[in-house]
């Protein structure tokens, strides 16, 4: 019945920034952890950033490190994440995720919920 609806993504050229929003609705939701996961062709889907709920604390991939902030509106169930200096590696489809614990995200294990997706594409 939760669902997760992202938006955001497009097409810029590297350098530039997007951001993107994910909304949780549906029904009633309570995980701890929201964050963002990527794909891009012919790779496994990764890790990006994820953060806490209760506690606040926020992990990001080392490769967005000091591009990206994650950033979340507990009370609309709402994770935001800012990307700058994109770089045409970063080019992927992007999915929201909730799960539990940050060691489940992190690692891509045990999702419980997650986006249909949306398509972020760096030219260069």
């Known amino acids: 019945q939760v669902q997760l609806e992202e938006s955001g993504g497009g097409l810029v050229q590297a350098g530039r920034s997007l951001r993107l929003s994910c909304a949780a609705s549906?029904?009633?939701?309570?995980?701890?952890?929201m964050g963002w996961l990527r794909q891009a062709p012919g790779k496994e889907r990764e890790f990006v950033a994820a953060i806490s709920r209760n506690f606040g604390d926020t992990h990001y991939a080392d490769s967005v490190k000091g591009r990206f902030t994650i950033s979340r509106d507990n009370a609309k169930n709402t994770v935001y994440l800012q990307m700058n200096s994109l770089k045409p590696e970063d080019t992927a489809v992007y999915y929201c995720a909730a799960t539990s614990y940050m060691s489940s995200l992190v690692r891509v294990e045990e999702i419980d919920y997650w986006g249909q997706g949306t398509q972020v594409t760096v030219s260069s």
């Open positions: 549906g029904g009633t939701f309570s995980r701890d952890v």
